[in-house]
């Protein structure tokens, strides 16, 4: 069964730093994709970044990173220069079977200290 | 572009009554996805559809929820009776197709069942 697996509930970070969200999967699937999504308070799903199963290189859109360890399964979201405008639900999600579907972490509550 | 418009965007009910929910995809998008999402969790999927047939209900409680897309175009939600556990934030996405940037997600409708 393919699954998602997000074990920081929650993560309090100093402005400014670098922070790192893990994300683990499960998958028998050959090819698949990973996502991150950013839910602010207001709880609209905002999409940060994408890494497919078979790309080589580390996808990065801005201050966003994703390390991609296809190995040990894992696809932790690096932030860096953190900004308090990043205080959010973050969310790692799964693409996989026939159907396009997303499969969901339960999510890491990031806050921002000043 | 525009983005997936949904409506309402906050809804408080009694239980046994009734809702729906509206979602407007972004032109051209053939999938459309309704998702729960309980506060703390990560969102569940009810049901997709692909132009104006479903292609996944199996987690959509089908005694008392219902959905339709009529012209493969907009779509509705709906739930009668409602029950307290049906308190949640309805996220309603659409995709082209286009693996990389996956979905599109709505502001979503908060529905709290008093």
């Known amino acids: 069964a393919q699954k998602i697996t997000q074990t920081q509930p929650g993560m309090f970070v100093q402005e400014k730093e670098a922070v790192t969200l893990d994300c683990t999967y499960d998958t028998s699937d050959q090819s698949y994709g990973l996502f991150w999504y950013k839910q602010p308070s207001s709880g609209e799903m905002i999409f940060l970044i994408y890494?497919?199963?078979?790309d080589e290189q580390n996808a990065t859109e801005g201050r966003y990173s994703l390390n991609f360890q296809k190995a040990r399964k894992s696809a932790n979201l690096v932030i860096s220069a953190s900004q308090l405008g990043d205080s959010a639900m973050y969310f790692c999600a799964m693409r996989g079977g026939s159907n396009y579907q997303l499969i969901w972490g339960a999510g890491t509550k990031l806050i921002i200290k000043p | 572009e525009a983005g997936v418009a949904q409506s309402p965007r906050y809804k408080i009910i009694e239980k046994r009554q009734s809702v729906a929910f509206w979602c407007n995809p972004i032109s051209g998008h053939a999938t459309l996805y309704w998702y729960q999402q309980i506060l703390g969790q990560g969102p569940k999927l009810l049901i997709q559809?692909?132009?104006?047939?479903?292609?996944?209900d199996s987690q959509l409680p089908k005694d008392r929820f219902s959905a339709e897309r009529l012209k493969g175009v907009d779509s509705t939600l709906k739930i009668q009776p409602a029950k307290l556990e049906d308190s949640a934030v309805y996220l309603c996405?659409?995709?082209?197709?286009?693996?990389?940037?996956?979905?599109?997600f709505g502001s979503g409708t908060r529905l709290t069942v008093v």
């Open positions: 559809f692909q132009n104006n047939g479903v292609v996944d």
């Open positions: 890494q497919g199963s078979y």
């Open positions: 996405a659409s995709s082209s197709g286009v693996l990389v940037y996956g979905y599109t």
